[in-house]
């Protein structure tokens, strides 16, 4: 599965307009398998990402949700590392509930 985060330059997840990279999370069977950088979105050439992780549930997630992509916010993680951890373990919530 895929896996869409804004960053900032340290890794930490940041607001979408704040973002100065994106990382596409490549998640299988609770391991990563690949992490890739993005300086924009746009940039990204997926047909399908399954998961969008946003700092929190009043950034605008619409444009994911319609795309089929299921949204998720962070609790009180910040670097990408802790982020996926709590993926994994689905310690995250659930946006648009």
Known sequence: ?????????????????EATQWALVEFHEG???????????????????????LLNRFENYLEYMEAGSMVLAVRNEKHLDEILEAFKFKELDEVGM
């Open 1 to 17: 599965m895929l896996i869409l985060i804004p960053l900032n330059p340290a890794q930490e997840i940041v607001a979408q307009h």
């Open 31 to 53: 391991v990563v398998e690949t992490t890739q950088f993005f300086a924009t979105k746009e940039a990204i050439d997926t047909p399908w990402i399954d998961f969008v992780i």
